[in-house]
């Protein structure tokens, strides 16, 4: 897969600037830390982060567009991000 974050599906240039910062420089990293860990990471630069944010690292592993994520897959990063939320 690309190593270039900014031509994975779901992240741009922005996001790609933001997982740089954080320390995720390949898709491979992205793939290896997972979903939740990654928001966290981004989280804790950003507390601010959207569960759009969430959306778009989910599909980005999964190699889909963020609104192609299963129903269940979608409640369960919910119920993450509603549990993780920084005060």
């Known amino acids: 897969m690309e190593n270039d974050l900014k031509k994975v599906q779901n992240i741009g240039k922005e996001t790609a600037r933001k997982l740089n910062e954080v320390g995720i420089d390949s898709f491979e990293t992205l793939v290896h830390i997972g979903t939740e860990n990654v ?19 989910e599909g980005a592993i999964e190699g889909i567009k963020w609104n192609e ?19």
Do not use: H, V
Request: charged share 25%; glycine share 0%; aromatic share 14%.
């Open 69 to 87: 994520i299963s129903k269940e897959r979608k409640f369960e990063l919910i119920a993450f991000f509603n549990n993780n939320r920084l005060q």
């Open 39 to 57: 928001f966290k990471k981004l989280q804790s630069k950003n507390p601010n982060s959207c569960i759009n944010l969430l959306y778009s690292i």
